[in-house]
């Protein structure tokens, strides 16, 4: 058989192979921490080799469907983003339209949740964000990176939602400023930002999310303006 057709041939395996397992997991109502049979076992049930199968739990152990215990066999994983969403940045590139692109996309996740947000959190959950923005403040002044206190800012901002999807996703697109920051050129007079993010507490402790939103959105301009300038 020609290489390219062994090529396919593995490649197909292999996608029936991870749709079998996920069939099986779903048909025999297996939960987070149920032991599945082992790979033999799977080969020899869904008529695949165990290379097959191997490649097929691998794939499905980096999407949190599935783990490996060492010496003990697999088990089905607790449900989880996290492990999709990581996959974000590596079908994205650092820079250009694609970052303005996720740029604009976070924008909207979180001015969007805004008004859940204000009719959730209490003068208590906002004390934390209360001192990230006096934090930055003080950063701000002796010119000092804010990425990570900002970071943490909109964390402590959301967690209220309890949304798993949301705070994976808030972190990756950190994560994608995070490495597109170093190459992004500083304004003559950049704008301070604690002053918008000490405007959003004091909006959502007045519930006034329509105000919130409008703080979060002036938030934006800066990173927004300063990718503009790299044509």
């Not at 339209?97 to 996740?109: H, N, V």
């Amino acid at each position: 058989m020609p290489v390219s057709q062994e090529v396919v041939v593995a490649s197909s395996l292999f996608v029936k192979a991870q749709a079998e397992l996920r069939s099986y997991i779903q048909e025999h109502g297996l939960g987070p921490g149920d032991r599945l049979p082992s790979e033999g076992e799977l080969a020899t049930r869904f008529g695949v080799s165990r290379g097959a199968i191997r490649e097929a739990t691998r794939s499905l152990q980096t999407l949190g469907v599935i783990e490996a215990r060492h010496g003990n066999g697999l088990y089905v994983s607790a449900f989880s983003f996290r492990p999709i969403v990581e996959q974000l940045p590596y079908g994205l590139s650092y820079g250009g339209t694609q970052f303005s692109e996720i740029l604009q996309a976070r924008e909207a996740l979180e001015t969007g949740l805004m008004h859940a947000v204000a009719s959730l959190i209490t003068a208590d959950d906002l004390a934390d964000c209360t001192r990230l923005a006096h934090e930055m403040d003080r950063l701000e002044s002796i010119g000092e990176p804010t990425i990570d206190v900002d970071r943490d800012f909109h964390l402590s901002l959301y967690k209220v939602l309890d949304n798993s999807l949301v705070d994976s996703l808030i972190e990756t697109f950190w994560d994608l400023y995070r490495g597109l920051d170093g190459t992004l050129p500083t304004p003559e007079n950049p704008i301070r930002h604690a002053p918008f993010h000490l405007a959003i507490v004091e909006a959502l402790l007045a519930n006034d999310a329509a105000e919130a939103m409008l703080c979060m959105r002036r938030h934006f301009d800066d990173v927004r303006h300063r990718l503009e300038a790299l044509g």
